[in-house]
């Protein structure tokens, strides 16, 4: 798999950008999300790079 340092950083602002009003309750949960929605993003990635070779 490869790295990308400024995906996470990419989704995070995006998230605060599309949710400007957004209180969360328990702080970690969007983190985690942001984090998961990160991984998921870069396996899709990967895998379409990985057909088109």
Do not use: Q
Request: glycine share 6%; net charge positive; proline share 8%.
């Amino acid at each position: 798999m490869t790295s990308r340092p400024g995906t996470l950083l990419r989704a995070a602002l995006f998230v605060l950008e599309l949710t400007p009003g957004l209180h969360a309750t328990n702080p970690w949960l969007p983190a985690a999300a942001v984090t998961l929605l990160g991984i998921v993003a870069n396996l899709v990635t990967d895998r379409v790079e990985s057909r088109k070779k």
